[in-house]
Protein backbone atom coordinates (compact mmCIF):
# COMPACT_ATOMS: atom_id res chain seq x y z
CA UNK A 1 0.00 0.00 0.00
CA UNK A 2 1.11 3.04 -0.78
CA UNK A 3 -0.16 6.76 0.51
CA UNK A 4 -0.14 9.98 -1.08
CA UNK A 5 -1.00 13.38 0.17
CA UNK A 6 -2.93 15.02 -1.73
CA UNK A 7 -3.68 19.02 -0.85
CA UNK A 8 -6.08 21.95 -2.39
CA UNK A 9 -8.43 25.01 -1.28
CA UNK A 10 -11.79 24.24 -1.93
CA UNK A 11 -12.33 27.38 -4.70
CA UNK A 12 -15.19 29.38 -4.84
CA UNK A 13 -17.32 28.11 -7.71
CA UNK A 14 -18.03 25.12 -5.39
CA UNK A 15 -20.10 26.77 -2.93
CA UNK A 16 -22.97 25.23 -2.33
CA UNK A 17 -22.21 21.73 -3.51
CA UNK A 18 -21.69 18.49 -1.55
CA UNK A 19 -18.11 17.50 -0.41
CA UNK A 20 -18.06 14.82 -2.83
CA UNK A 21 -19.07 17.23 -5.61
CA UNK A 22 -16.09 19.29 -4.90
CA UNK A 23 -13.92 17.02 -4.67
CA UNK A 24 -13.93 15.39 -8.48
CA UNK A 25 -13.82 19.06 -9.06
CA UNK A 26 -10.77 19.22 -7.69
CA UNK A 27 -9.21 16.61 -7.71
CA UNK A 28 -10.18 15.41 -11.44
CA UNK A 29 -7.33 13.32 -11.92
CA UNK A 30 -9.40 10.58 -9.37
CA UNK A 31 -12.60 8.62 -10.35
CA UNK A 32 -15.27 9.71 -8.55
CA UNK A 33 -15.52 6.17 -6.96
CA UNK A 34 -11.72 6.31 -6.14
CA UNK A 35 -12.86 9.70 -4.26
CA UNK A 36 -15.92 8.30 -2.64
CA UNK A 37 -13.86 5.41 -1.49
CA UNK A 38 -11.10 7.49 0.78
CA UNK A 39 -14.22 9.92 1.97
CA UNK A 40 -15.68 6.58 3.58
CA UNK A 41 -12.64 5.07 4.78
CA UNK A 42 -11.68 8.90 7.04
CA UNK A 43 -9.36 9.47 4.64
CA UNK A 44 -10.44 12.92 3.65
CA UNK A 45 -10.11 15.91 6.23
CA UNK A 46 -11.54 19.68 5.54
CA UNK A 47 -10.06 22.14 7.94
CA UNK A 48 -8.68 19.29 9.90
CA UNK A 49 -11.77 17.46 10.57
CA UNK A 50 -13.37 14.45 9.00
CA UNK A 51 -16.47 15.87 7.09
CA UNK A 52 -18.97 13.33 5.41
CA UNK A 53 -19.75 13.33 1.62
CA UNK A 54 -23.09 14.64 1.70
CA UNK A 55 -21.89 17.78 3.58
CA UNK A 56 -21.97 21.29 1.90
CA UNK A 57 -18.96 23.35 1.01
CA UNK A 58 -18.47 26.89 0.49
CA UNK A 59 -15.26 27.67 -0.83
CA UNK A 60 -11.65 28.40 1.03
CA UNK A 61 -12.20 25.10 3.13
CA UNK A 62 -8.60 23.35 3.06
CA UNK A 63 -9.26 19.58 2.15
CA UNK A 64 -6.28 17.29 2.86
CA UNK A 65 -6.56 13.59 1.41
CA UNK A 66 -4.42 10.82 2.65
CA UNK A 67 -4.66 8.82 -0.58
CA UNK A 68 -4.33 4.85 -0.51
CA UNK A 69 -2.63 3.31 -3.30
CA UNK A 70 -2.70 -0.53 -3.61
CA UNK A 71 0.40 -2.04 -5.23
CA UNK A 72 -0.80 -5.36 -6.62
CA UNK A 73 1.48 -7.09 -4.33
CA UNK A 74 0.46 -10.68 -5.40
CA UNK A 75 1.10 -9.97 -9.18
CA UNK A 76 5.11 -10.84 -9.38
CA UNK A 77 6.67 -8.85 -12.78
CA UNK A 78 8.48 -11.43 -14.60
CA UNK A 79 10.90 -11.40 -17.74
CA UNK A 80 8.87 -12.20 -20.52
CA UNK A 81 8.87 -10.71 -23.52
CA UNK A 82 6.79 -7.31 -24.86
CA UNK A 83 5.99 -5.98 -27.58
CA UNK A 84 5.78 -2.39 -27.12
CA UNK A 85 4.44 -0.69 -30.82
CA UNK A 86 4.83 2.81 -28.79
CA UNK A 87 5.52 4.53 -25.43
CA UNK A 88 5.49 7.34 -23.77
CA UNK A 89 5.22 8.32 -19.83
CA UNK A 90 1.44 7.98 -19.66
CA UNK A 91 0.50 5.12 -21.95
CA UNK A 92 1.95 2.02 -23.29
CA UNK A 93 0.67 0.61 -26.77
CA UNK A 94 1.06 -3.43 -27.06
CA UNK A 95 1.08 -5.73 -30.06
CA UNK A 96 -0.20 -8.83 -27.84
CA UNK A 97 0.84 -12.46 -29.27
CA UNK A 98 -1.77 -15.09 -29.30
CA UNK A 99 -1.33 -17.46 -26.41
CA UNK A 100 -1.33 -15.03 -23.91
CA UNK A 101 -3.73 -14.10 -21.41
CA UNK A 102 -3.87 -10.26 -19.87
CA UNK A 103 -4.74 -10.83 -16.24
CA UNK A 104 -3.43 -13.11 -13.94
CA UNK A 105 -6.15 -15.01 -12.28
CA UNK A 106 -6.74 -18.63 -10.97
CA UNK A 107 -4.59 -21.25 -13.12
CA UNK A 108 -2.38 -18.35 -14.65
CA UNK A 109 -1.41 -16.50 -11.81
CA UNK A 110 2.60 -16.61 -14.49
CA UNK A 111 3.31 -15.95 -18.21
CA UNK A 112 0.70 -13.51 -18.25
CA UNK A 113 0.57 -9.80 -19.74
CA UNK A 114 0.54 -8.01 -16.46
CA UNK A 115 3.74 -10.29 -15.32
CA UNK A 116 5.43 -9.19 -18.54
CA UNK A 117 4.36 -5.00 -18.07
CA UNK A 118 5.14 -5.29 -13.86
CA UNK A 119 9.08 -6.24 -15.10
CA UNK A 120 9.33 -3.96 -17.82
CA UNK A 121 7.95 -0.88 -15.98
CA UNK A 122 7.64 -1.64 -12.08
CA UNK A 123 5.85 1.41 -11.38
CA UNK A 124 2.53 -0.33 -12.83
CA UNK A 125 2.12 -1.84 -9.31
CA UNK A 126 0.69 1.55 -7.99
CA UNK A 127 -2.03 1.23 -10.68
CA UNK A 128 -5.34 -0.34 -10.45
CA UNK A 129 -5.20 -3.84 -12.56
CA UNK A 130 -1.32 -2.51 -13.40
CA UNK A 131 -2.83 0.33 -15.84
CA UNK A 132 -5.17 -2.00 -18.01
CA UNK A 133 -8.33 -0.70 -19.34
CA UNK A 134 -9.38 -3.29 -21.73
CA UNK A 135 -7.89 -6.75 -22.88
CA UNK A 136 -8.02 -8.95 -25.50
CA UNK A 137 -8.97 -12.61 -25.10
CA UNK A 138 -5.95 -14.90 -24.56
CA UNK A 139 -5.61 -16.24 -28.22
CA UNK A 140 -6.81 -12.74 -30.19
CA UNK A 141 -3.86 -10.81 -31.26
CA UNK A 142 -3.10 -7.22 -31.35
CA UNK A 143 -3.27 -3.61 -30.08
CA UNK A 144 -4.10 -2.98 -25.88
CA UNK A 145 -3.53 0.59 -24.65
CA UNK A 146 -1.82 0.57 -20.81
CA UNK A 147 -2.05 3.45 -19.07
CA UNK A 148 1.24 4.57 -16.64
CA UNK A 149 -0.81 6.93 -13.47
CA UNK A 150 -3.74 7.43 -12.71
CA UNK A 151 -4.56 10.92 -14.54
CA UNK A 152 -4.23 8.74 -17.78
CA UNK A 153 -6.13 5.39 -16.33
CA UNK A 154 -9.12 7.44 -15.63
CA UNK A 155 -9.19 9.62 -18.85
CA UNK A 156 -8.84 6.28 -20.96
CA UNK A 157 -12.09 4.43 -18.85
CA UNK A 158 -14.11 7.56 -19.62
CA UNK A 159 -13.26 7.53 -23.40
CA UNK A 160 -13.88 4.02 -23.54
CA UNK A 161 -17.26 4.81 -21.70
CA UNK A 162 -18.28 7.48 -23.78
CA UNK A 163 -17.30 4.62 -27.25
CA UNK A 164 -14.83 7.48 -28.09
CA UNK A 165 -11.90 4.87 -28.81
CA UNK A 166 -11.76 3.27 -32.23
CA UNK A 167 -10.95 -0.41 -32.29
CA UNK A 168 -11.12 -2.11 -34.94
CA UNK A 169 -10.57 -6.04 -36.06
CA UNK A 170 -10.14 -8.00 -38.57
CA UNK A 171 -11.46 -11.49 -38.40
CA UNK A 172 -11.70 -14.43 -40.94
CA UNK A 173 -15.27 -15.92 -40.89
CA UNK A 174 -16.59 -19.29 -41.90
CA UNK A 175 -18.98 -18.57 -44.95
CA UNK A 176 -19.36 -16.27 -47.48
CA UNK A 177 -20.98 -13.13 -46.74
CA UNK A 178 -23.16 -10.72 -48.64
CA UNK A 179 -22.40 -7.56 -47.33
CA UNK A 180 -21.58 -5.86 -44.26
CA UNK A 181 -23.97 -5.04 -41.56
CA UNK A 182 -24.46 -4.47 -37.67
CA UNK A 183 -25.41 -6.40 -35.11
CA UNK A 184 -27.08 -5.12 -32.36
CA UNK A 185 -27.99 -7.87 -29.60
CA UNK A 186 -27.43 -7.85 -25.46
CA UNK A 187 -24.26 -10.36 -24.61
CA UNK A 188 -24.45 -12.19 -21.30
CA UNK A 189 -23.93 -15.04 -19.72
CA UNK A 190 -24.85 -18.23 -21.15
CA UNK A 191 -27.63 -19.80 -19.02
CA UNK A 192 -26.21 -23.10 -18.54
CA UNK A 193 -22.33 -22.46 -19.02
CA UNK A 194 -21.33 -19.91 -17.16
CA UNK A 195 -17.72 -19.75 -19.06
CA UNK A 196 -19.93 -18.90 -21.98
CA UNK A 197 -21.31 -16.18 -23.41
CA UNK A 198 -24.18 -15.40 -25.75
CA UNK A 199 -26.70 -13.19 -26.99
CA UNK A 200 -29.25 -12.77 -24.06
CA UNK A 201 -31.98 -10.50 -23.26
CA UNK A 202 -30.58 -10.38 -20.50
CA UNK A 203 -27.82 -9.16 -21.19
CA UNK A 204 -25.73 -5.83 -21.00
CA UNK A 205 -26.38 -3.81 -24.57
CA UNK A 206 -23.97 -4.74 -27.25
CA UNK A 207 -23.21 -3.83 -30.69
CA UNK A 208 -20.72 -4.57 -33.62
CA UNK A 209 -20.31 -2.85 -37.23
CA UNK A 210 -18.78 -5.31 -39.81
CA UNK A 211 -18.35 -4.68 -43.47
CA UNK A 212 -16.60 -7.38 -45.56
CA UNK A 213 -13.02 -6.92 -47.41
CA UNK A 214 -12.46 -10.26 -48.94
CA UNK A 215 -14.82 -13.13 -50.06
CA UNK A 216 -13.27 -16.48 -50.82
CA UNK A 217 -14.96 -19.69 -51.81
CA UNK A 218 -16.57 -20.36 -48.42
CA UNK A 219 -15.02 -18.10 -46.05
CA UNK A 220 -14.46 -14.07 -45.94
CA UNK A 221 -12.19 -11.57 -44.18
CA UNK A 222 -13.90 -8.74 -42.14
CA UNK A 223 -13.52 -6.60 -40.40
CA UNK A 224 -15.13 -5.05 -37.29
CA UNK A 225 -15.74 -1.80 -35.12
CA UNK A 226 -17.14 -1.85 -31.63
CA UNK A 227 -19.33 0.67 -30.21
CA UNK A 228 -19.12 -1.86 -26.73
CA UNK A 229 -16.64 -4.03 -25.15
CA UNK A 230 -18.75 -7.27 -23.39
CA UNK A 231 -16.64 -10.50 -23.04
CA UNK A 232 -16.32 -12.33 -26.53
CA UNK A 233 -18.48 -9.92 -28.05
CA UNK A 234 -16.97 -10.43 -31.58
CA UNK A 235 -16.80 -14.18 -31.07
CA UNK A 236 -20.81 -14.10 -29.63
CA UNK A 237 -22.09 -11.53 -32.57
CA UNK A 238 -20.63 -13.69 -35.60
CA UNK A 239 -21.56 -17.06 -34.21
CA UNK A 240 -25.28 -15.38 -33.69
CA UNK A 241 -25.54 -14.67 -37.37
CA UNK A 242 -23.91 -18.10 -37.97
CA UNK A 243 -20.61 -16.66 -39.67
CA UNK A 244 -18.31 -18.00 -36.80
CA UNK A 245 -14.81 -17.09 -36.48
CA UNK A 246 -12.63 -19.68 -37.92
CA UNK A 247 -10.86 -21.76 -35.13
CA UNK A 248 -12.95 -20.78 -32.64
CA UNK A 249 -12.66 -23.63 -29.76
CA UNK A 250 -15.62 -21.86 -28.06
CA UNK A 251 -18.70 -20.38 -30.53
CA UNK A 252 -17.35 -22.19 -33.83
CA UNK A 253 -18.62 -25.09 -35.72
CA UNK A 254 -17.13 -28.47 -36.44
CA UNK A 255 -14.25 -27.86 -39.50
CA UNK A 256 -15.78 -29.03 -42.76
CA UNK A 257 -13.40 -28.11 -46.14
CA UNK A 258 -15.05 -26.67 -49.40
CA UNK A 259 -14.87 -29.28 -51.84
CA UNK A 260 -11.63 -29.69 -53.77
CA UNK A 261 -9.66 -27.00 -51.71
CA UNK A 262 -6.50 -27.14 -52.03
CA UNK A 263 -3.99 -28.77 -50.29
CA UNK A 264 -2.31 -25.33 -48.72
CA UNK A 265 -6.12 -24.38 -47.62
CA UNK A 266 -6.62 -27.91 -46.14
CA UNK A 267 -3.56 -27.86 -43.94
CA UNK A 268 -4.23 -24.07 -42.79
CA UNK A 269 -7.79 -24.97 -41.84
CA UNK A 270 -7.23 -28.23 -39.90
CA UNK A 271 -3.90 -26.41 -38.19
CA UNK A 272 -5.93 -23.20 -37.07
CA UNK A 273 -6.72 -23.67 -33.43
CA UNK A 274 -7.79 -20.59 -32.19
CA UNK A 275 -10.25 -17.57 -33.34
CA UNK A 276 -9.30 -15.95 -35.83
CA UNK A 277 -9.59 -12.66 -34.63
CA UNK A 278 -6.93 -9.59 -34.40
CA UNK A 279 -7.29 -6.20 -33.16
CA UNK A 280 -5.53 -4.43 -35.94
CA UNK A 281 -6.34 -0.28 -35.03
CA UNK A 282 -6.80 1.72 -32.35
CA UNK A 283 -7.81 5.02 -32.14
CA UNK A 284 -7.63 7.34 -28.63
CA UNK A 285 -7.25 10.78 -27.64
CA UNK A 286 -3.74 10.91 -25.52
CA UNK A 287 -4.61 11.41 -21.85
CA UNK A 288 -2.53 14.09 -21.53
CA UNK A 289 -1.94 16.36 -24.44
CA UNK A 290 -5.70 15.30 -26.05
CA UNK A 291 -4.25 14.77 -29.83
CA UNK A 292 -5.69 12.15 -31.43
CA UNK A 293 -3.46 9.04 -32.36
CA UNK A 294 -3.78 5.92 -34.02
CA UNK A 295 -1.46 2.77 -34.60
CA UNK A 296 -1.83 -0.14 -36.85
CA UNK A 297 -0.48 -3.46 -36.82
CA UNK A 298 -0.62 -6.14 -40.03
CA UNK A 299 -2.09 -9.45 -39.20
CA UNK A 300 0.11 -11.98 -37.57
CA UNK A 301 1.74 -14.57 -39.45
CA UNK A 302 -0.71 -17.63 -38.83
CA UNK A 303 -3.86 -15.23 -39.81
CA UNK A 304 -1.55 -14.01 -42.97
CA UNK A 305 -1.16 -16.98 -43.77
CA UNK A 306 -4.58 -18.49 -43.62
CA UNK A 307 -5.60 -15.62 -45.82
CA UNK A 308 -3.16 -16.39 -48.60
CA UNK A 309 -4.30 -19.85 -49.08
CA UNK A 310 -7.73 -18.78 -48.96
CA UNK A 311 -6.62 -16.48 -51.69
CA UNK A 312 -4.75 -18.86 -53.63
CA UNK A 313 -7.44 -21.57 -53.19
CA UNK A 314 -9.85 -18.67 -54.51
CA UNK A 315 -7.89 -18.77 -57.67
CA UNK A 316 -7.71 -21.72 -58.24
CA UNK A 317 -10.69 -22.80 -58.25
CA UNK A 318 -12.07 -21.11 -61.93
CA UNK A 319 -15.31 -22.64 -61.52
CA UNK A 320 -18.98 -20.96 -59.93
CA UNK A 321 -20.34 -24.72 -58.85
CA UNK A 322 -20.66 -24.49 -55.64
CA UNK A 323 -22.56 -22.70 -52.71
CA UNK A 324 -23.13 -22.22 -49.11
CA UNK A 325 -25.40 -22.81 -46.85
CA UNK A 326 -26.30 -22.41 -42.65
CA UNK A 327 -28.35 -24.42 -40.93
CA UNK A 328 -28.27 -25.06 -36.99
CA UNK A 329 -24.93 -22.77 -37.06
CA UNK A 330 -23.12 -25.33 -38.85
CA UNK A 331 -21.90 -24.12 -42.43
CA UNK A 332 -22.12 -26.58 -45.17
CA UNK A 333 -20.42 -26.01 -48.60
CA UNK A 334 -22.15 -28.29 -51.45
CA UNK A 335 -21.45 -28.57 -55.50
CA UNK A 336 -23.95 -28.41 -57.36
CA UNK A 337 -23.73 -31.80 -58.42
CA UNK A 338 -24.66 -33.19 -54.98
Known amino acids: MVTKELQAQ ?28 WLKSGHVQVNGETWRGRDKVWGGEQVSVQAKLEEQISWQGEDLPVDIHFEDEHILIINKPA ?81 GG ?38 SLIRCKLETGRTHQIRVHMAHIRFPLV ?36 RLAHPVSGKTLEWKVPLPDDMAALQTALQDDAREDDSDDYGYDHDDGVIYVWDDED
Open 10 to 37: IPESCAGMRLDQALATVFSDYSRSRLSQ
Open 247 to 282: GDPVYGTRLKLPKACSEALASQLRGFHRQALHAGRL
Open 99 to 179: NLVVHPAAGNYTGTLVNALLHYDPSLARLPRAGIVHRLDKDTTGLMVVARSLPAQKSLVEQLQVHSVLREYSAIVTGVMTA
Open 182 to 219: TVDEPVGRHSVNRKRMGVSPTGKPAITHYRVVERYRAH
